[in-house]
């Protein structure tokens, strides 16, 4: 792939990565169409270059169970369930019962469909009923509960196993005192401080499009 000088001084950061990342396969790009003309608030939606990157984290792990918290409409499930090991499979949990049918008829795109086991209900207490190990978590539902979440999981992922959590930067909000009463974004700057004074875990935040943290479970 070449492009011409006048073509770079047209093109966004954001539109520079894209293009030179892995494309999307069919069922992720109809999922991307379908949730921007049928779902409110569609950029909740992984997309394409995070949803390569978990696709990515998911391969190098090779996990042979992954839990996800917060389903929205399967594209990050999806993406996840691509690096399971043979036999693996994914438990994906969404608050939203309105989301299931949407839910249920996108994961039917894809044959790692079978793969995937979806809950609906409060991941706080679906949680409270599932037996692990996961070998990776996904965080990725109520920005206020991220604490919540973490204690939650946390008997739930072996030693060395891995956690990520979406939203972690929120839109730069997390710096900006302007939110300082916002409750989501309280609770996202109460899971990061959590976490870098937590020694169990080690961490690292991506800037990747909202903020990406990857967390591995130390002790």
């Given at each position: 792939m070449y492009f011409c000088g006048d073509f770079y001084?047209?093109?966004?950061?954001?539109?520079?990565i894209s293009l030179h990342t892995t494309p999307e396969n069919e069922a992720l790009q109809a999922i991307t169409r379908d949730t921007h003309v049928h779902i409110l608030n569609p950029h909740m939606l992984s997309g394409h270059v995070q949803g390569r990157?978990?696709?990515?984290?998911?391969?190098?792990?090779?996990p042979k169970r992954i839990l996800e918290?917060?389903?929205?409409?399967?594209?990050?499930?999806?993406?996840?369930a691509e690096g399971l090991a043979?036999?693996?499979?994914?438990?994906?949990i969404e608050h939203n019962d309105e989301l299931e049918e949407t839910i249920r008829r996108n994961l039917s795109r894809s044959p790692l469909s079978d793969r995937i086991d979806l809950h609906i209900g409060?991941?706080?207490?679906?949680?409270?009923?599932?037996?692990?190990?996961?070998?990776?978590?996904f965080i990725d539902a109520d920005k206020r509960e991220y604490c919540t979440y973490l204690d939650l999981v946390y008997p739930l992922?072996?030693?060395?196993?891995?956690?990520?959590?979406?939203?972690?930067?929120?839109?730069?909000?997390?710096?900006?005192?302007a939110y300082d009463k916002d409750k989501q974004t309280l609770g996202l700057r109460a899971f990061n401080d959590r976490l870098a004074a937590d020694e169990r875990f080690e961490q690292v935040i991506l800037p990747l499009r909202d903020g990406l943290t990857l967390i591995r479970k130390i002790e």
């Open positions: 001084n047209i093109m966004t950061l954001d539109e520079y990157a978990l696709s990515m984290i998911s391969h190098m792990i090779r918290l917060g389903t929205f409409t399967g594209y990050s499930a999806l993406c996840l043979k036999d693996g499979q994914l438990v994906t409060d991941c706080k207490l679906v949680i409270g009923g599932l037996d692990g190990p996961y070998d990776l978590v992922v072996p030693v060395g196993g891995f956690i990520l959590a979406d939203n972690t930067l929120w839109d730069g909000h997390i710096i900006d005192a």
